[in-house]
Nanobody, 123 residues
Framework: QVRLVESGGGLVQAGGSLRLSCETS????????MGWFRQTPGIEREFVAS????????QFSESVKGRFTISRDDAKKSVYLEMNNLKPEDTAVYYC????????????????WGQGTQVTVSS
């Protein structure tokens, strides 16, 4: 059974930082690239960041580039999203997912998803 469990969300003031974690199980973690997406009510899920199976070629959306970093720990089968200088527009539910094939920036390229963790940034 493939599982992804996000944690680390919460309420933070603008300018603050949070570190999201995504712990996985049920798959050989090192075989898969990983991605982070986010969603706000009424809006489609939005690409945030991705990293390859080898921990290379990180990609970021333009809206978070320079503020967020993505990393992975293969021993812990986990992927992380470090979020700095948070803005109210970063408020969303954040999801991690296993990359399957295609373009890392497309939601349809991922096959398993976590349940999400809420991030709220107050102004």
């Amino acid at each position: 059974q493939v599982r992804l469990v996000e944690s680390g969300g919460g309420l933070v003031q603008a300018g603050g930082s949070l570190r999201l974690s995504c712990e996985t199980s049920g798959r050989r973690f090192t075989d898969y690239g990983m991605g982070w997406f986010r969603q706000t009510p009424g809006i489609e899920r939005e690409f945030v960041a991705s990293i390859t199976s080898k921990g290379e070629l990180p990609q970021f959306s333009e809206s978070v580039k320079g503020r967020f970093t993505i990393s992975r720990d293969d021993a812990k089968k986990s992927v992380y999203l470090e979020m700095n200088n948070l803005k109210p527009e970063d408020t969303a539910v954040y999801y991690c997912a296993f990359f399957s094939k295609g373009n890392y920036r497309f939601e349809s390229s991922y096959d398993y998803w976590g349940q999400g963790t809420q991030v709220t940034v107050s102004s």
